[in-house]
């Protein structure tokens, strides 16, 4: 993977404390090993997971956590039934 954690630089994983996700500054890519046990970054990576649930709920997608992944995203069924 090419990808860099937006804060220690090292190449993300796929998956573990090298696992990059969108939650840095700015949507930033972060690794889980740079955000856990910092409460500011722990705060920041809230923020950013926060606006994707909502921007996704803006589009009709719902989001389902699991542990260990990325969000699941699944489309909402706008008919009603």
């Known amino acids: 993977m090419s990808e860099k ?3 220690c630089g090292q190449a993300g994983e796929r998956t573990g404390k090298r696992e990059l996700r ?3 500054v700015g949507g930033a890519l972060v ?3 740079c955000v856990l046990g910092d409460s500011e970054r ?3 990576a809230r923020r950013c997971l926060e606006r ?3 921007q996704a709920d803006m589009h009709g997608v719902d989001l389902q956590l699991q542990a ?4 699941l995203p699944r489309i909402r069924n706008r008919s009603g039934s």
């Open 5 to 7: 954690c937006s804060i």
């Open 22 to 24: 969108p939650y840095g």
């Open 31 to 33: 690794c889980a090993g």
């Open 42 to 44: 722990e705060a920041e």
């Open 52 to 54: 994707l649930f909502i």
């Open 68 to 71: 260990g992944s990325a969000p």
